[in-house]
């Protein structure tokens, strides 16, 4: 095995890990070595851009067409999603450990990790199809009626009289968003970088998030706020802010979980990594 290519040693229980105390303006260090990243690679970038653009599209063409198949292709994109952005992790572990940007890298470096990502995907599958259950009854019970269509959706959440509506809608979504989000903002870099089980990681996370509410909302309101931003031309903000998020997510996960060093191991390949946030 190359040295490019040989996974990260994994911490043992000797050296557990530590979260670092965040900052407020440390998501926006993110998204600018975020955005280093993106243009020191930006043929790879440029690859999980059109992915993400691409699933985007699909999705929007099923919500017009066949609103009914919508939350069963959402699963299928949270099947493939993870994956793409863990190639956009490893593409910033690689550029940290001073290695080549690599797109056959980035396409494989989850195979050394399917035990963890196929349970960490499994939540996921699982959070979403409670989410769209749980939207249904929603619906039920504010549509007695029967389901609305695409364009009977549109109109319920733009009509001021349906004001109930949307902020119960809302606020199912925000619940279901909000665990998502907390069990997975540091989790996949987690395993790709250490090989974790999908429990520690998972737990690890809503650690990060608990432990630093206030910034990790403001970093949860700065992804919202970028993909809503992104998808106002068909969706082709996707390819650049797709990738940029992938990457800053990378350095999300470096700033907010310290790994002791071991005993006997082995410094990394390549300059030293800059701190990932200084002092705030």
Known sequence: ????????????????????PLHWQDPLRWLARGARDLATAPGVALFYGACFWGMALMLGWVFRARPEYTMSLASGCLLVGPFLAMGLYDTSRRLELGLPASLGESLTCWDRHMGSMGMLVLVLVVLELLWGRASLVVFAVFFNTGMPSTT???????????WQFVA????????????????????IPMILD?????????????????ENPGVMIFWGLLITALVAASLLAWGAGLLVVGPLLGHASWHAYRAAVAWPAQPGED???GPAPAPEHGVG
Do not use: C, H, K, W
């Open 1 to 20: 095995m190359s040295e490019s290519s040989a996974p990260v040693t994994a911490a043992t229980p000797s050296a557990p890990l530590a979260l670092t």
């Open 152 to 162: 009977g959706v549109l109109q319920a959440v733009f009509n001021p009289a349906n």
């Open 267 to 269: 410094a990394p390949a």
């Open 194 to 210: 250490r090989d974790t089980d999908a429990l520690t990681a998972g737990i690890a996370s809503m650690r990060v998030v608990l």
């Open 168 to 187: 119960v809608y809302l606020l199912v979504g925000g619940v279901f968003a909000a665990l998502v989000f907390s069990s997975m903002v540091v989790s």
